[in-house]
């Protein structure tokens, strides 16, 4: 039998991924599908405090991940609002056929409250109207992965 490893994308450590429950020592900082994934470089907190990242190639930062530990507050990872399509399948025949033609643009489509998100561009508001989907333009946090970025 063929054992196949390595094929999921690495995540933090388990010491660097716990969760830090919401408090007034722990400072969200909003980042998109795409800047959970630039884990090597400098960025702003929303109390102006500047944070430089530098984890290991291939990490990917989740919602809650810590970032770090300054002066005892901690700065975590929060999904930020991002441009998305809000996609409302009428029944599981068309989902399966938008989830379908969705995977073949190489995008992320994911549940969320009831509905399924992808990330807003032209080809997807052209994709989605040609299928004659429900759906809507909306400000949400997305969860999954950035267009164009493929399974590790």
């Known amino acids: 039998m063929t054992r196949l490893t390595g094929l999921r994308r690495k995540v933090l450590a388990s010491e660097q991924t716990k969760s830090v429950a919401a408090s007034a020592h722990t400072v969200a900082v909003p980042m998109t599908a795409l800047d959970r994934r630039r884990v090597r470089r400098r960025l702003t907190a ?39 399509a809000a996609v409302a399948p009428r029944s599981m025949s068309e989902a399966a056929k938008v989830a379908h033609a969705v995977g073949n643009l190489h995008r992320d489509f994911v549940e969320d409250q009831g509905v399924f998100l992808v990330l807003w561009d032209a080809p997807i ?14 400000t949400r946090p997305f969860l999954g992965r950035s267009t164009w970025e493929h399974e590790s």
């Open 46 to 84: 929303p109390n102006g405090v500047e944070l430089k990242l530098a984890f290991p190639t291939g990490t990917v930062l989740v919602p809650g991940s810590v970032l770090d530990s300054i002066d005892g507050l901690t700065y975590v990872v929060a999904a930020a609002p991002e441009d998305v």
């Open 125 to 138: 508001e052209l994709l989605l109207t040609r299928l004659g989907v429900p759906f809507s333009r909306q």
